[in-house]
């Protein structure tokens, strides 16, 4: 997904036209809009052709295939607690993954994290994640919360469950998450977790969705692949 400063500035004029719209602006940049001084909280785009700078991840470790087959891979997205710290709706990703990972030990299976630097399709990084799973159990996570578990030998868009509407998302979905994930290693009957739909949610966050899309896209590095991810870096 190839961005330009054209449309980089662009989202952003509507990012910061929904955020006044809304009140949501902090006050010193109202005051900015007041004097016709654009709003940036010291981000300005000027001179600039991405979102934010590329993160180094010189010296990773690229993730090991695993053999424990209580293994549970959870793949995060490749600005996961580096450039985001906060889900669309400002859950800590520290908390989102803390929960994931206290779901998988409820029922006795283990979890490992990695970083996913060659996709930002949220259905690839499960199944990528899964590929690495010893068990062949794996579970995706955007930074933006949008969450999928998956099985190894499944076509990526057949996954085990999907959970789309990421502003909808609890710290007890991710950790009901965490104990589906499990199960489905352990071979056990899962019921499907419920999940809220709410048909406003897409067009109230559309603009953050797809402004957190590019962040996250930005940063993705092929070359890399898929690295130890042990927290912020």
């Not at 590929?131 to 190894?152: A, C, R």
Request: charged letters at 25%; glycine letters at 8%; hydrophobic letters at 35%.
């Amino acid at each position: 997904m190839e961005m330009n400063e054209q449309l980089i500035r662009a989202i952003t004029t509507a990012v910061v036209e929904q955020l006044r719209n809304n009140g949501q602006l902090p006050v010193e940049e109202q005051e900015k809009l007041k004097k016709n001084e654009t709003p940036d909280s010291g981000n300005s785009l000027r001179g600039r052709t991405r979102m934010k700078p590329r993160h180094s991840y010189a010296g990773a470790q690229r993730a090991p295939k695993g053999t424990n087959p209580k293994e549970v891979v959870i793949g995060v997205g490749a600005a996961f607690q580096t450039e985001i710290r906060a889900t669309i709706t400002g859950i800590p990703l520290e908390e989102v993954i803390r929960n994931v990972q206290a779901g998988i030990e409820e029922e006795g299976m283990v979890s490992r994290v990695v970083k996913v630097l060659d996709t930002s399709d949220v259905c690839f990084m499960a199944l990528e994640s899964a590929k690495l799973s010893g068990s062949g159990i794996g579970i995706g996570i955007q930074s933006k919360g949008t969450t999928v578990i998956h099985q190894k030998d499944l076509y990526p868009l057949s996954n085990l469950e999907l959970f789309p509407q990421a502003p909808l998302m609890t710290l007890e979905t991710y950790r009901a998450i965490g104990r589906n994930a499990a199960r489905y290693v352990k071979g056990e009957k899962v019921t499907p977790i419920e999940s809220t739909n709410d048909p406003m949610v897409r067009a109230k966050f559309q603009v953050k969705a797809a402004l957190m899309h590019i962040i996250e896209t930005e940063q993705l590095d092929p070359e890399k692949g898929m690295i130890v991810w042990e927290g912020v870096r």
